[in-house]
């Protein structure tokens, strides 16, 4: 009776601690202050223009590759000052301007806007919010009028700036075309339109920006710190509570403890930590259009969500709570509301796990289950941390599996219609769910009234699965055109993020296929795409196969931990975050069988998943220079799943299960090495007792010997380190089909032909003719940013299924003809030089003849693709042209010295700004890209080894 009290106002005190923060929240920084007058953007009728931008404003750009935008003040024919943005290739291009707010304000948006040439499948010219998801109607041809767009907004309860943006695209619906924006007003107001939706836009709490400042500092060795704990925990868990020989005499209170200090674990995780800020944005975004408009006007045409309607229900209560309580949901009180669902679905699976395990193993033994479950770090990251729901889909599993084992179909198959309507993946199922369906409803060796009563569950779990689609896709299917939006919005959703693997250490990264495009060959002519198709394939059959191999449903759990771990770790389109099913799955696994290598599969995966989650959260992608790391991830994430396939056939071929050791006598230390305490002692105290020296006792002797080597180091170093000359400037292409023709002087046998190329994406193709008229095929040359700063030699170009060049193989080619003609593929190719290099490596004589096609008043010099033959070297190699990670940091230096967007972020910015003050000085030449860092002595082994590995 006792331990029932303290149970009840344990729960008390914890729903008190919730309530407060809530009212906390709800309470903090309302402030009645008098609404602000008049306009309060700087110039926001663009008649202050310095050179070509408006005063006050900034420019800014998804894509900021030279050619992609262009962004300037016009004053148009009839007097009207305005903005242009004209986008040659698909960006997401704005002018932004961040203005002074107001706690809990509202505030109307508005800017007269004319547009032409835009594609009205994607995100047109409209006024926004920077970092905020939303926007207003899209304009896309005005043929020539003006038409004014309006957005209202809402501030949280302590924002005090917000960014204006007038802008053309928008996040993840980049689009081309041109669009003018004048007259453009941002003012506070009293009330709002009725009917018209109100965009919150309050600014995540100051957290968001202290993180992103120490973005340089390595989040790895606290994720490996996290694991490696994890890991200890789970030995001593599985020594002390799964091996037997313990017991706990009172295990609910300590369930109760377990769990309460797992929930606030997570609520203390959730309340500081911000979330990732694209899913929290759409969360937030989707929470508050749900609580302001309902289901029926949710998938509007032309709005983003990529999520099936089922949790968007749990997302729109969560909008009117937020609503109720004055909670802004873009704010750090927000995301705590947002994360409540995953946090409880977090700690009902690990009472789940409690319960299950309690009938098998015993009170001691599921409590260890439960904790492994309860402290899972790839779960308390996912949920807590991040804000993502993928615990919500792992309980809907386990529960709809549990049911499905003890022949629960009606329960199964509604458990199974909700799973996929909250989340695809679930889907991954399927296989084996229509197997083990069929296998019960034929019935082998089944009695008749057993077999009877199976295929009635069935038949009413359809119906019952029906019945719950039908009551979450109805609300939501009232404005809809099609029957089939639903499946439409499916084959969206699973169409996109079309990418081996997505930052996630497995097989696919080990391939080197992270966010590489699924078109993209990896084997031979087999694409990533394929390879993991085939894969998953096999996944499901392993699947089914454990599962028909056992008697009756005994082996359900089992085969599917097996079939979700198998498709994560060989699959395609694999996320980080997909693994967490099979993990809860695994512990059920180990719990059915009693096989201990099923634990430590768990145990491994969880561990790694947890390191990558945690990195990719903070930095958000697992690429270069943390490489390295996904690729050991994935071998752990391979070798754990290979581990439960092997035990999974070893134990549907007959095989005993192997068990945890059981506990024995532990001898001491002293005991097994023969060494006496005594002696230990004697021998630390000597080592503590050392005399200090701050000199850490090196001698003049010692202090030659380091200059020597630093001498040495100095000369092997800087000679031969890279070519001083490489080209400077470069053309830049504004449209699709832009072309370029140079004349030879005379008809020229077999000569190659080289081409070096900046900071670009955009594709071009080379063709030569003998009159200048009549030009042979068009030669495609591979070109991406990872090829930047390269002296290339055009050879026979790899294209995928769609035709886009991936790579090149074979030797240089060889042209015959006295006209050559470059043509690009699109705008913002940047394209430093070209040359004609006969078979000796001579550049071979060019004059420019003539180029057509760029984009009206656009058009680049065309002559800068032949102004610097002197740099022209004899055979591309490393010597002359970048050379491994230099893509990376050098590249970023570059971006340093002339101010531009930088890329690589993810590393300590140190080594690249001082290649920045070499690039400055010296130029863009691999020389002083690299004298930088040979000139630096902790990076002796990195500069020495590039002249060693171009000899």
Excluded at 52 to 62: H, V
Excluded at 475 to 495: G, M, N
Excluded at 748 to 763: A, K, L, M, V
């Amino acid at each position: 009776m006792k331990n029932g009290k303290q149970g009840r106002v344990i729960l008390a005190l914890l729903l008190a601690v919730v309530l407060a923060l809530l009212g906390f929240g709800a309470l903090r920084g309302r402030e009645d202050e008098p609404a602000a007058q008049g306009n309060l953007l700087t110039n926001g009728d663009f008649s202050a223009v310095t050179g070509e931008m408006p005063d006050g404003w900034e420019k800014g750009m998804w894509v900021t590759s030279a050619g992609a935008s262009y962004l300037e003040a016009v004053t148009l024919e009839d007097g009207t000052h305005a903005v242009l943005i004209e986008n040659a290739a698909a960006n997401d291009a704005r002018f932004e301007q961040t203005v002074a707010v107001r706690p809990n304000s509202t505030y109307r948006l508005t800017a007269r806007v004319r547009a032409e040439g835009i594609d009205t499948a994607k995100t047109g010219a409209n006024v926004s919010f920077l970092g905020i998801y939303g926007t207003s109607e899209s304009v896309y041809d005005t043929d020539g009028a003006w038409t004014t767009v309006t957005l209202y907004a809402q501030t949280g309860k302590e924002q005090r700036e917000a960014t204006v943006c007038l802008r053309l695209g928008g996040y993840g619906a980049e689009n081309t075309g041109r669009a003018w924006f004048a007259d453009a007003c941002l003012e506070q107001v009293e009330t709002v339109p009725v009917g018209t939706s109100v965009l919150d836009i309050a600014t995540p709490a100051p957290q968001k920006e202290q993180k992103a400042e120490s973005g340089s500092a390595s989040p790895i060795p606290a994720q490996a710190g996290i694991a490696a704990l994890y890991l200890l925990a789970a030995l001593l868990i599985a020594r002390f509570m799964l091996a037997g020989g313990h017991k706990i005499p009172r295990v609910y209170p300590a369930l109760a403890a377990l769990l309460a200090v797992a929930a606030v674990l997570r609520l203390v995780l959730a309340a500081v930590v911000p979330g990732y800020d694209v899913d929290m944005g759409c969360y937030g975004a989707w929470a508050g259009k749900m609580a302001a408009s309902g289901p029926a006007s949710f998938y509007e045409e032309g709005y983003f969500c990529d999520y099936p309607p089922a949790y968007l229900l749990v997302l729109g209560a969560q909008g009117l709570l937020a609503r109720v309580l004055g909670i802004s949901l873009g704010s750090m009180e927000g995301q705590f509301l947002l994360k409540t669902a995953p946090i409880a679905c977090d700690i009902a699976l690990a009472f789940l796990m409690f319960a299950v395990s309690k009938r098998r193993l015993g009170g001691c033994a599921a409590l260890g289950v439960a904790a492994l479950m309860a402290l899972n770090p790839a779960y308390v990251l996912t949920g807590a941390c991040w804000g993502q729901i993928d615990a919500v889909l792992a309980l809907l599993l386990v529960l709809m599996l549990l049911a499905a084992k003890e022949g629960r179909w009606t329960a199964a198959i509604a458990l199974f219609a909700l799973a996929v309507l909250t989340k695809p993946q679930a889907g991954l199922l399927v296989p084996l769910g229509l197997a083990a369906l069929a296998r019960d409803v034929i019935g082998r060796g089944m009695e008749a009234q057993e077999k009877s009563k199976t295929r009635r569950s069935a038949l009413l779990g359809l119906l019952a699965g029906a019945g719950v689609t039908l009551a979450i896709v109805l609300p939501f299917s009232v404005k809809q055109a099609s029957p089939l939006w639903l499946v439409d919005k499916y084959v969206e959703t699973l169409s996109s993020y079309d990418y081996a693997t997505l930052s996630t250490g497995n097989l696919m990264y080990l391939l080197g296929g992270n966010w590489a495009e699924n078109a993209k060959t990896v084997l031979g002519p087999v694409t990533y795409g394929q390879l993991g198709v085939a894969l998953m394939m096999l996944a499901f059959a392993a699947g089914i196969a454990v599962y028909l191999r056992g008697q009756g449903r005994s082996r359900l759990l089992l085969a599917s931990a097996l079939t979700l771990q198998l498709v994560f770790a060989l699959g395609t389109k694999m996320h980080e975050r997909y693994i967490l099913p099979a993990l809860a799955l695994l512990l059920l696994a180990y719990v059915e069988t009693g096989d201990a290598r099923l634990l430590l599969s768990a145990v491994l995966s969880s561990a790694a998943s947890a390191v990558n989650i945690g990195v990719v959260l903070a930095l958000k992608y697992l690429i270069a220079p943390n490489e390295w790391l996904g690729m050991l991830l994935g071998a752990v994430q391979l070798f754990a799943a290979g581990l439960t396939a092997f035990t999974a056939a070893s134990l549907s071929l007959g095989h005993a299960p192997m068990p945890l050791p059981a506990p024995r006598a532990r001898e001491t230390a002293a005991q097994e090495d023969g060494e006496s305490a005594f002696a230990a002692d004697e021998r630390m105290r000597g080592e503590l007792l050392q005399p200090k020296d701050y000199r850490l006792h090196l001698t003049r002797r010692d202090a030659a010997i380091l200059l020597a080597i630093t001498a040495a180091y100095a000369a092997i170093a800087f000679w031969n380190l890279g070519a001083t000359s490489a080209p400077q400037t470069g053309y830049v292409s504004t449209a699709e089909g832009e072309s370029a023709v140079f004349d030879l002087g005379q008809t020229r046998e077999d000569f190659h032909i080289y081409y070096y190329g900046g900071i670009s994406d955009t594709q071009f193709s080379f063709a030569v003719s003998q009159d200048g008229v009549t030009y042979g095929p068009e030669t495609d040359a591979f070109f991406d940013r990872g090829e930047c700063f390269k002296w290339l030699a055009l050879r026979t170009p790899q294209t995928d299924e769609s035709g886009t060049v991936t790579g090149a193989s074979g030797g240089m080619l060889s042209f015959t003809g006295r006209y050559l003609r470059v043509t690009f593929k699109g705008a913002g190719s940047a394209l430093w030089e070209i040359a004609a290099v006969d078979g000796e490596g001579n550049a071979l004589p060019m004059t420019l003849t003539g180029a057509q096609g760029a984009l009206e008043g656009r058009g680049d010099d065309a002559e800068k693709l032949i102004d610097e033959q002197d740099t022209v070297p004899e055979v591309p190699s490393y010597y002359n042209s970048m050379y491994f990670d230099e893509i990376y940091h050098a590249r970023t230096g570059y971006e340093h010295a002339h101010g531009l967007a930088t890329y690589e972020t993810t590393h300590p910015p140190l080594g690249k700004v001082f290649m920045s003050w070499c690039i400055r000085l010296m130029g863009m030449t691999p020389f002083a890209l690299s004298a930088g860092d040979a000139a630096v002595p902790q990076d002796a082994l990195g500069g020495a080894m590039r002249p060693a590995a171009r000899a």
